[in-house]
């Protein structure tokens, strides 16, 4: 879809607007959002970054998803300048305008910071706001001494984009998201006393509590940190891997594009499998890295290698085919 097509849309007289889910976990899925409630979500993210009538937003995300369809709706809601840059990994390179508000995938963000032209862009950015999957720690050392706000956010489809950011550069950066205005959180499938599954009520963005998948931590009642998910937990031998814990712990490592999945074992019920999509190096070579990285329960017991680790339409890792790849 074009922004074009999505103004059709967002002008006609209907009260919603189609989108899709990301499809991280599985097939993506079509449901209808109320136009109110983006705007809602638009007004929200405005006034935590404090933009005002006038300022300039990149749309440089393609507007198939919410993040990209919620960049125009925010430049309505704030009566921003929307510029244009067409959906790759170098967004910024033919942008000259002083921008206050862009929204970027981490694959975006890690191919301009490599480009001494982008880069010095990227540092004049107001608000650069992450989202679409996880930044590596790698990035996150990067970014932290950048001059300008760069925000992690956490959000899904049904909440209409974020309702939580964490700073990433500057003495404010922190590893826990703090919610936005209007939504408070709590926990079920409790872990511990202050781990579980996290449950979203934003009676704004959804008429309904969200119970998600996200394993986390809450430090009081408007901060927590992800942890993992519950579909990405791995039940080895009685001991529960998180998947996302345990790439974080190999991505310094490997030169290689990975993922961790799982498969079905007699002995440990679960167990780790790692994939590859490597060249040279050997499997001995990773397997090494693996123990000198990993504790021992955390090994993975097969590596697979495949021609490439399988990715959705927005950048995320494809869980759903990389288990049919594990197997």
């Known amino acids: 879809m074009t ?32 136009k109110a409630r983006m705007m809602a979500s638009a007004q929200m993210t405005c006034d935590f970054l404090g933009l ?10 393609p507007c198939d998803y919410i993040a990209g369809k919620m960049m125009i709706v925010r430049s309505i809601e704030r009566g921003m300048k929307l510029i244009e840059a067409e959906p790759s990994n170098h967004p910024l390179a033919h942008v000259n305008d002083h921008i206050h508000l862009a929204a970027m995938v981490p694959s975006q963000v890690y191919e301009t910071l490599r480009c001494d032209s982008e880069c010095r862009k990227f540092k004049e950015i107001d608000n650069v706001i992450i989202g679409g999957g996880a930044v590596t720690g790698e990035i996150e050392q990067e970014l932290r001494g950048f001059p300008n ?34 939504v408070s959180v709590s926990l079920t499938d409790k872990e511990d006393t202050n781990i579980g599954r ?15 998948n996200d394993i986390v931590e809450l430090k009081d009642t408007t901060h927590f940190r992800i942890i993992g998910r519950t579909d990405n937990v791995i039940c080895s031998g009685g001991i529960k891997l998180h998947i996302e814990e345990l790439e974080e712990k190999l991505r310094p490592h490997l030169p290689c594009d990975f993922c961790i999945s799982k498969r079905q074992d007699p002995k440990f019920g679960e167990v780790a499998v790692l994939l590859i999509a490597a060249g040279d190096i050997s499997t001995g070579d990773i397997m ?16 697979v290698t495949v021609t490439a680790i399988p990715m959705t339409g927005n950048g995320k890792i494809d869980r759903h085919h990389a288990l049919a790849l594990a197997k």
């Open 52 to 61: 005002r009538c006038g300022d300039t937003a990149l749309l440089c995300l």
């Open 198 to 212: 996290l449950v979203i009520d934003a009676p704004h963005l959804c008429d309904r509590q969200l119970v998600t």
């Open 149 to 182: 706000a760069v925000w992690s956010t956490y959000g899904m489809t049904e909440t209409l984009s974020h309702i939580a950011m964490r700073r990433l550069s500057g003495p404010e950066a922190s590893r826990w998201y703090t919610l936005m205005d209007g």
């Open 3 to 34: 922004p074009s097509e999505f103004m059709q849309e967002w002008n006609n007289d209907a009260d919603t607007v189609g989108v899709h889910t990301s499809g991280s976990t599985g097939t993506p899925k079509p449901m209808q959002v109320e």
């Open 288 to 303: 090494a890295t693996c123990r000198n990285t990993l504790d021992h329960y955390q090994l993975p017991k097969h590596i």
